[in-house]
């Protein structure tokens, strides 16, 4: 079974606009981790968030979690066409073994 | 290889044969992971080994689904007598070490069982 909800569960832009994307998990983590999956290809890590970290920022990326919430969000700024992919979260429980418990994903279109 | 590296990309079997899908690790990473992806829907763990040991086997979904790495780098995946719902996308991961570190995922093996 998955972990949590992504919400929404599809987005349209217009390149240039910002898109965020929300995660809600259901049990205690050591780390969230997003990943970006281009149509019929494999997944591919973008950005980890510890759980003693509130935010981070990579490139066009930025990450928050909220650990008292159980969510997380994806603000990738500035869209472009090469960002139109699925957007997965996936955590990582403490003490195991790095098995990933994956939402079902948001699925983004950045128009032209 | 460069990255994980899986095969074939496609399989189609018919109901009730047999199926071996197979994973090559980035060279040196300790923990191998397999998952699999229905369609529209996100990974679900399958199996985990640390080198040649399965340390984690609590996602394969029946005793049809068996899975080694003997010699701690290739893992094979196998399906025996397939079924229609076990039709998906199988993916495998690697990484470094075990814990908490990204992993790298191959470009998956779309299984069709008609």
């Known amino acids: 079974s998955q972990q949590g909800e992504e919400d929404p569960q599809a987005l349209s832009i217009q390149e240039g606009e910002n898109a965020t994307m929300n995660c809600s998990y259901k049990t205690s983590i050591n780390n969230l981790q997003w990943y970006r999956q281009n149509s019929g290809r494999g997944l591919v890590h973008l950005i980890l968030i510890r759980s003693n970290e509130r935010e981070k920022h990579s490139g066009r990326l930025r990450v928050t979690l909220d650990t008292s919430k159980k969510s997380s969000s994806l603000l990738i700024t500035a869209s472009r066409a090469a960002d139109t992919a699925s957007y997965f979260c996936?955590?990582?429980?403490?003490?195991?073994?790095?098995?990933?418990?994956f939402g079902q994903g948001t699925t983004l279109q950045v128009k032209p | 290889g460069a990255g994980v590296s899986q095969s074939p990309r496609y399989k189609v079997a018919k109901r009730g044969q047999d199926v071996a899908l197979r994973c090559d690790p980035i060279s040196g990473h300790v923990s191998l992971f397999w998952y699999q992806q229905a369609l529209g829907q996100g990974p679900e763990f399958l199996t985990y080994f640390q080198n040649e040991a399965q340390l984690d086997k609590s996602g394969l979904p029946s005793d049809r689904f068996f899975a080694e790495r003997p010699e701690g780098s290739v893992s094979t995946l196998k399906i025996q007598r397939t079924q229609q719902e076990d039709s998906a996308v199988y993916l495998c991961?690697?990484?470094?070490?075990?814990?908490?570190?990204?992993?790298?995922f191959g470009q998956g093996t779309r299984l069709t069982v008609v």
């Open positions: 996936a955590t990582a429980t403490s003490g195991n073994t790095g098995k990933l418990i």
């Open positions: 991961a690697s990484s470094v070490k075990a814990g908490y570190t990204e992993a790298f």
